[in-house]
């Protein structure tokens, strides 16, 4: 299938309209951006290593039966996907304390959790994607209560095959954030798993091997994508 319009450009994604109104083609960019895009740069590669990775993700998850939007990859840059409406709404996972919930928490990071968090975040750039509840969900209609379930139910699971799958490739699952959406009355999984989206700590050393390089100007960002698709795709 090939690009025909293109209509919708993300900080490091661009979307496609397809000859099939229900499907669509998304482009992964080298463009990074954090804290709000008001920090910017080029992360050589990025996008191949995300496209690839969040592929090999995707068929992992509907191997173990998850549903996702992913159909297949079409070139290092680009993979067809189902077109979903998606819900205005970030799922997080959280397995160690890191980031957003070290910050909101007064905690440090690296606690491993008693327990898996999940949190909502409301799709909202210019309120900084704010912390919500299935309350707030609900009452603003952001997602039946038939959804929620679906999306929480599915967080969870995707949580443990993620987990077990990077503990075999000696990479700790600290946290990640995943997108849901409908399509055709099914809600599937959207938007990328990557090292954009996750927080992969190399077993042991704890060397992080994701995003948070570039957002700390830790250095090694590139090395650090190459190692993750090395150790996913093989
Ligand atoms: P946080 O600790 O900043 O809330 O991030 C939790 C996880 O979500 C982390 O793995 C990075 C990912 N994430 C995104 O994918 N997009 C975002 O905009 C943010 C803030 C985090």
Redesign the pocket.
Known sequence: MEKRKQIYEGKAKKVYETDNKDFLIQEFKDDATAFDATKRGTIIGKGVVNNKVSAELFELLESKGVETHFVKLLSDRDMLIKRLDIFLI?V?I?NIV?????KLLGLEEGIVLKEPVL?Y?YKKDKLH?PLINEYHIKALGLATDDELRIARERSFEINNILKDFFKKRSIDL????LEFGRHKDKVLLGDEISP????LWEHGTKKKL??DRFRRDLGGIEEAYQEILKRVVG
Do not use: I, Q
């Open positions: 970030e997080t959280r890191a980031g957003g919930m070290a949190e975040h994607d600290v946290d990640f954030k954009d989206t996750c927080r994701d995003k």
